[in-house]
């Protein structure tokens, strides 16, 4: 069994150095297209890569054939941890490509399948149920990393208990230029001036949509649980919750009429929806955080939601991520529009409005980071900073040191401890 395993990844291997040496973006054989006199050489040359480059591909070719060995002698949950404590290898690799390349390759990635798949079920002490919807644990990833939904079954498989796709705008814009996401290694942060960089609805409808069509098909096939089997933790998309963050366009008047485009298309793929008016990086979009200006968003968006034709699930819960800067007053105003209009959540960063059910999205850069924030008052807890750095080896890591603070303060579940700073 070993010996098949080592083999199987060494052939692998191979064939990865392969295409790795060889690439040809327009598919057939490799040609030399360059002028020569008869009879001259036509070997052609082998293409010189970076040293960086040359660094990566190494150590995913060690990394593949150690694993392969590796499998045949571990059980699977054994196996899962030392996949994802591999990428702590691979990761910092990243850090020597320019920012935003290094994000185009990890979203890659996981739409390939190249991340590690979380087999461990989550334990029952994080499981919680917010809007209805079972969550296996409350780390999620925030908007901002697959902004046009072409990894989500890749992300969810990390073991995330919930993936937000986004922004989305409806026509599609390239967003700010380049270079527009710079590193702060110092400080642990980054700093992104993207400007809503989006393929856009249609794009992002038809992925969402071949993803709903793909799990609605293991369902009816019988390849997923029965309906006899207890209620497992997940949403439209899979074994994740899925939300789905709408944005403007930059250059639109009508900001009500680009959210409800959204709505319109967006939302029977989506566990919930989120009107994003955070970002800085659209001109005029942080105005519409204004009580007025909030109050009549979330009216017309509201009701367009209201309007479409649901099933027993009803529609998806809408949330509004609002900006990490606002004063007291602008706060104040947020939260009572929140509450007069019955909104499901807020997304927020450094600050915590009371209002139930709020997500936070302030940078998780360690594991007991998550932890303060739901006994702070956070539901749930999103990452991006903390893994663009952490990578996949985190979120196991903040899960475990969860169960652990959880077992030490006595609490018998994660929604025990949700707020429990300020009771």
């Not at 109050?295 to 968006?301: I, N």
């Amino acid at each position: 069994m070993a010996g098949r395993a080592a083999t199987s990844s060494a052939k692998w291997a191979r064939e990865f150095l392969l295409k790795r040496v060889s690439p040809n973006p327009l598919g057939g054989a490799i040609r030399n297209c360059s002028s020569s006199a008869p009879g001259a050489s036509s070997t052609p040359k082998v293409p010189h890569f970076s040293k960086k480059g040359r660094i990566l591909t190494g150590a995913t070719i060690g990394l593949a054939i150690a694993g392969g060995a590796y499998v045949s002698t571990a059980d699977e949950a054994t196996f899962c941890g030392w996949l994802f404590s591999a990428t702590k290898v691979v990761n910092p690799l990243f850090a020597l490509l320019d920012a935003e390349f290094a994000h185009k390759l990890a979203v890659t990635a996981a739409s390939r399948g190249w991340v590690p798949r979380e087999k461990r079920p989550d334990p029952q002490i994080l499981g919680l149920e917010v809007w209805g919807r079972k969550f296996s644990n409350p780390i999620g990833l925030a908007a901002g990393f697959d902004k046009n939904a072409e990894a989500t079954e890749g992300l969810l498989g990390l073991g995330f208990g919930f993936v937000e796709v986004g922004s989305v705008t409806p026509v599609p814009q390239e967003g700010n230029s380049k270079p527009r996401i710079f590193r702060l290694r110092e400080d642990g942060a980054i700093i992104n001036r993207c400007g809503f960089n989006s393929e856009g609805i249609v794009v992002v409808a038809k992925r969402l949509g071949a993803q709903h069509g793909k799990r609605m098909l293991a369902e009816t096939s019988g390849t997923s649980s029965s309906p006899s089997d207890e209620a497992k933790p997940g949403g439209k998309s899979g074994p994740g919750i899925l939300g789905v963050n709408l944005g403007k366009n930059k250059t639109s008047e009508d900001a009500a009429a680009d959210y409800v485009q959204g709505v319109h298309n967006l939302s029977q793929y989506a566990d919930y929806l989120v009107i994003n008016v955070s970002s800085p990086n659209t001109a005029g979009l942080r105005m519409l955080q204004g009580r007025k200006q909030l109050k009549d968003l979330v009216k017309k968006v509201q009701a367009a939601r209201d309007e479409m034709q649901w099933g027993d699930d009803g529609p998806p819960p809408l949330l509004v991520k609002i900006a990490p800067d606002l004063s007291r007053g602008e706060l104040e105003d947020i939260a009572a529009v929140a509450l007069a209009l019955k909104l499901d959540g807020l997304i927020i960063s450094n600050t915590t409005v009371s209002r139930p059910d709020p997500v936070s999205n302030n940078p998780v850069a360690t594991e007991t980071d998550a932890y303060k924030k739901i006994r702070a008052g956070a539901t749930l807890v999103q990452l991006y900073t903390g893994f663009a750095y952490g990578g996949p080896a985190l979120i196991p890591l903040i899960k475990e040191e969860l169960v652990s603070c959880l077992k030490r303060d006595g609490f018998k579940s994660i929604q025990e401890a949700i707020g429990a700073d300020h009771r």
